[in-house]
């Protein structure tokens, strides 16, 4: 049986849960949902909804984090898909593990990730949106293994997701599947615990919302944090699968 371990890298407000949720849809397929969150939660003490549940119930050492995800897949599945988050990558924690895995970046407008994160919390800036993680990642595997990583915006999958994800499988060189494109409305096993504080509108969905532009203006504050995530984005978004 072959094996693929596919580390998804996404910052927050993003497709990330709707993309686990394809995964999730395959009958090959496992899903772990935000492995390193109760480490983040456990080392930053961010006040996010739910904190303490997750710490108590999830591994806090991110060295076991890192051995588990780069173990055995669970359930004897063909594929491992692990929705990560990079701004979970804190500056303490090593990178040399990450070649193990087979690895994606999913990345957005930093415009609309700002805009969507300032209806959730007040706790924002550059590094909240995970894209400067997303760039030393990508650093770090372009040194480690003289390859570009796979980068997908999640706009070009909104606007088109069955010709994305099928590239998005030939790169990963597993077969695309339809039952990717659609999945039931409603909590999903693979959720972690926090899902009913975050993925009320995913819950409602039954696969890929159409794309559609954020509206709004970024307040001064947010514009100055938006000015410098568009520098990491232009870098990312230039290397993107097409």
């Known amino acids: 049986m072959s094996e693929t371990r596919i580390a998804m890298w996404s910052g927050p407000r993003n497709i990330s849960t709707a993309m686990m949720y394809s995964f999730d849809n395959r009958p090959d397929s496992y899903c772990s949902d935000e492995p390193l969150y109760a480490h983040y939660l456990a080392r930053t003490g961010v006040t996010h909804p739910g904190a303490q549940n997750v710490v108590a119930s999830g591994e806090t050492d991110w060295k076991k984090v890192v051995d588990f995800v780069c173990g055995d897949i669970p359930n004897r599945s063909e594929i491992w898909y692990q929705k990560h988050m990079t701004h979970h990558l804190l500056p303490h924690i090593g990178l040399d593990w990450v070649s193990k895995l087979t690895n994606c970046l999913l990345i957005r407008d930093p415009r609309e990730v700002l805009l969507s994160m300032s209806k959730k919390t007040d706790q924002i800036d550059v590094m909240a949106t995970g894209l400067p993680q997303q760039n030393r990642l990508f650093d770090h595997l372009l040194e480690t293994t003289g390859e570009i990583p796979t980068i997908i915006d999640s706009g070009d ?20 599947d339809k039952s990717m494109l659609s999945w039931q409305a409603g909590p999903r096993e693979c959720d972690g615990i926090w899902a009913k504080y975050w993925y009320d509108s995913v819950w409602e969905s039954t696969g890929f919302a ?25 870098r990312l978004h230039s290397f993107r699968l097409k």
């Not at 999958?157 to 695309?176: Q, R």
């Not at 947010?222 to 984005?233: A, N």
């Open 210 to 234: 159409q794309y559609r532009s954020r509206i709004g203006e970024l307040s001064p504050e947010y514009q100055v944090y938006h000015d410098e995530c568009q520098v990491f984005y232009d």
């Open 157 to 176: 999958i909104l606007k088109n997701p069955e010709g994305m994800l099928s590239k998005l499988c030939d790169v990963l060189e597993i077969p695309f």
